[in-house]
């Protein structure tokens, strides 16, 4: 292909236990879907659809379970907060795909924050404007190695917890998500053509809170595996 330009590097995911990568094509997030964090943020924890937003793929990055990874405090932000969430990627395509096929289209899963500038995103929101400002700014979508859900199956229940510095700062249970994962991949498929590649961050309990340089958080989610990274 002959570009104007240098193409960009692919965004790539590790793959745990493995050689291989998983190529990032898309991001989606799903809001406030436990019901302890909606109430958190005002909202209320019912069963209206689910709303969506995203990140750009190259936000995505990955993050030891081990060794702090280091993460970028981002600019024009003095209340950046953190939200650990189990991430779902697409193995297989599709559109308007049934709640009973869902699963099928996921190929594995990972542990991811969803990083975000909260004061824009109130600023925004004040304004009627889009968050993307808020959520989608470099490095906001730390995440771990991927693993197969032929290896561990789909989690459906299982704790999700975050430390900030060695406290507890997040816990729940995947079982308390509103929107389960095969409900939020269905709902999704309705408004966007699913693709090889493409992530969907299910959602974070309740806990959410600013972070400062030199923080390390350290994030965990049952039969899924942790990340750990250290702002700077």
């Known amino acids: 292909m002959n570009t104007v330009i240098d193409a960009p590097q692919p965004t790539v995911l590790p793959v745990a236990g493995s050689d291989a990568v998983f190529p990032v094509r898309r991001i989606y997030c799903i809001g406030r879907n436990y019901a302890a964090h909606a109430r958190e943020m005002g909202g209320q924890p019912d069963r209206d659809p689910p709303f969506f937003f995203c990140k750009p793929a190259d936000a995505a ?8 990874t280091d993460w970028p405090y981002p600019p024009r932000s003095t209340d950046v ?3 650990i969430e189990m991430v779902a990627a697409i193995g297989r395509g599709g559109q308007d795909i049934a709640v009973a096929d869902a699963l099928d289209h996921v190929w594995g899963y990972g542990v991811g924050l969803d ?9 925004m929101k ?20 991927l693993r197969p859900a032929g290896e561990i199956g789909h989690p459906a229940r299982g704790a999700i917890w975050l430390e900030v510095n ?18 939020a991949v269905a709902e999704l498929s309705r408004y966007f053509t699913l693709a090889p590649g493409d992530l969907l961050m299910t959602g974070t309990p309740a806990g959410v809170g ?23």
């Open 81 to 83: 907060h953190h939200e």
């Open 115 to 123: 990083m975000t500038r909260r004061d824009l995103q109130a600023q």
């Open 166 to 183: 060695g406290a507890r700062r997040q816990a729940g249970d995947l079982s308390d998500m509103i929107w389960s994962v095969a409900e």
């Open 210 to 232: 600013a972070v400062a340089r030199g923080d390390v958080l350290t994030g965990h989610v049952d039969g899924v595996g942790g990340l750990s990274i250290r702002v700077i």
């Open 61 to 68: 990055f990955a993050a030891s379970g081990e060794t702090p």
């Open 126 to 145: 004040a304004l009627g404007r889009s968050w993307e400002i808020g959520k989608a700014f470099d490095h906001a979508a730390p995440i771990s190695a």
